[in-house]
């Protein structure tokens, strides 16, 4: 329940961040504002070019479905 709050909380201030950028002006409480991951809502980890934490990430490239990844061997 309370991820599920917390990830509501981040949609409404990512609108809100969207509102001041869009004006081209400065929002008020800036430091609020932190990434989560799109599929489970873990703020640890978080990959930005990718916009997933890493258990995520490991997991999907694991069963390929990122596109230009492949897992390592040598």
């Known amino acids: 329940m309370a991820r599920k ?3 509501e909380k981040q949609k409404k201030l990512a609108a809100l961040r969207e ?15 932190y990434n989560r991951c799109q599929i ?8 930005r070019d ?3 934490n890493r258990v995520t ?3 999907y490239a694991r069963e390929g479905k990122i ?3 492949r897992k390592a061997s040598w």
């Open 5 to 7: 709050a917390l990830i």
């Open 19 to 33: 509102k001041y950028l869009a004006e081209w002006k400065k929002m008020p409480h800036s430091t609020k504002y």
């Open 40 to 47: 489970t809502g873990r703020t640890k980890a978080y990959m």
């Open 50 to 52: 990718f916009g997933i």
């Open 57 to 59: 990430f490991r997991k």
């Open 67 to 69: 596109m230009g990844l």
